[in-house]
Each structure stands twice: as C-alpha cells, then as structure tokens.
C-alpha cells in the first residue's frame, strides 16, 4: 500500500537559519512526489515537485530512492514561509496519497 | 481564467441525513479530484472524475458518491451521514491524465454531523 509519513507535526525555527521538512513514504514502483503548502487563510497549492528538479521560493527537495525519502528544504527560512507543508505521492491510478502535514513556524 | 470554487462554504447535518457538495473546476481542466481532510489530518483521496468517468477511488464506502457533468463541474454526495463525516471536504481540478498534472484545490466546504 501507499503511504507517506511526515515524522514532525510542528517545526520551528528561526529566521535565517536552514529548515527540513522530512517525508517518507511507501511505494511498490516509480513514485511521482509532490510538496504542497498552505499559507493562513488560503488554499492548499502546488510548491514543487520532484520530476521539474526546480527551486521554487529557496526550497528544493530530492527524491532519495534508497532512503525513500523527499525530504524539503531550504538554506534560510524566511517568517513568510510559515505554513502548512503537505508530502504528497502520485501513484499508479492517477491518484494523490498525502501526508498528514508539518506546520512550520519561522520565528523573528 | 476563474479558480476552483466550492459551495457551499459551511454545512451543518444531523446523522443520517445526506448531503450535496459541489465544485466548479477551473477553466480548462477536464479532471476533478474530490478529498476528505479531518482535522490534524492530510487530504485523503476519495474519488476523481476524468471526462464524466470515475476514474479511481480511495478506501471510501458506496455512501460517498459522485458525479461529474459535461461542463466538468462535480458533485460530491454522501448518504447516511455519520459523525466522522465531519471534515472538511476539498476538490482540485487538473487537466488531463498521463502527465505531470497540477492540481488547483478549490477553498473546501465544511461539513459538521451533529
């Protein structure tokens, strides 16, 4: 079965200093994973994800195969990256597995 | 372009009664993917309609059914409302199948069982 794991369910840390998300997850084939974010009061939206190798606001994340990790990060936290960080995988059926979300708190 | 939009807002049922939650997906998009995220809880998948199909369906019992129309708008419905129904309920539109798709959640509806 698919499964994705997000061991924090809080992160804090402080401006300016490097911040990790982790992901784990489960999957019997080639996963397609995803970062999403919530910012206060909007909708859940797309960061990143790992097939566009891309950057996007500082953060990046690397699929790990061996490790089965995704892990997002980002070399210098900003207090505008507060929000809700969803780990997400596409599996076989088209379908989205998320995780159950780590709240990061970037603290002045 | 419009965005996902969800209606209504805010529902409150008694147990046993049924519900009808709509989405209208954003312009262009011909998928329509349909979540349940209770609370401290990531969105889990409940079904995603692909041209009026279903087209794949998370671990979700036969009371929780759905519809797309030709427009590509969805309807999410449950019958026989239970307790633990109470969520929040999120729909994401996307644009075809077999690529790297991104989907565009919709603001959610809240449901509470009383």
């Known amino acids: 079965a698919q499964r994705v794991t997000q061991p924090e369910k809080l992160l804090s840390v402080f401006k300016g200093a490097p911040v990790e998300l982790k992901c784990n997850y489960s999957?019997?084939?080639?996963?397609?994973l995803f970062w999403y974010v919530q910012y206060s009061r909007q909708r859940l939206q797309l960061l990143l994800r790992h097939i566009s190798r891309e950057s996007i606001k500082g953060f990046t994340a690397d699929l790990n195969k061996g490790e089965t990790s995704f892990h997002l990060k980002k070399p210098f936290a900003q207090e505008e990256d507060s929000a809700m960080y969803y780990c997400?995988?596409?599996?076989?059926?088209?379908?989205?597995?998320f995780g159950p979300g780590t709240r990061l708190s970037v603290l002045p | 372009e419009t965005g996902v939009t969800q209606s209504p807002t805010h529902l409150i049922k008694t147990r046993g009664q049924q519900v009808t939650l709509r989405c209208s997906s954003q312009?262009?998009?011909?998928?329509v993917s349909w979540y349940q995220q209770a609370l401290g809880q990531g969105p889990q998948f409940i079904f995603q309609?692909?041209?009026?199909?279903?087209?794949g369906r998370g671990n979700f019992p036969p009371r929780f059914s759905g519809l797309q129309f030709p427009n590509y708008s969805s309807e999410l419905n449950v019958n026989a409302l239970e307790l633990d129904d109470s969520a929040l309920y999120l729909c994401?539109?996307?644009f075809g199948q077999g690529e790297p798709d991104t989907q565009y959640f919709g603001p959610g509806t809240r449901l509470t069982v009383l």
């Open positions: 309609y692909y041209r009026e199909e279903e087209n």
């Open positions: 999957y019997s084939g080639s996963p397609e």
């Open positions: 994401a539109s996307s």
């Open positions: 997400a995988l596409k599996n076989y059926g088209q379908n989205f597995v």
């Open positions: 312009s262009g998009h011909n998928t």
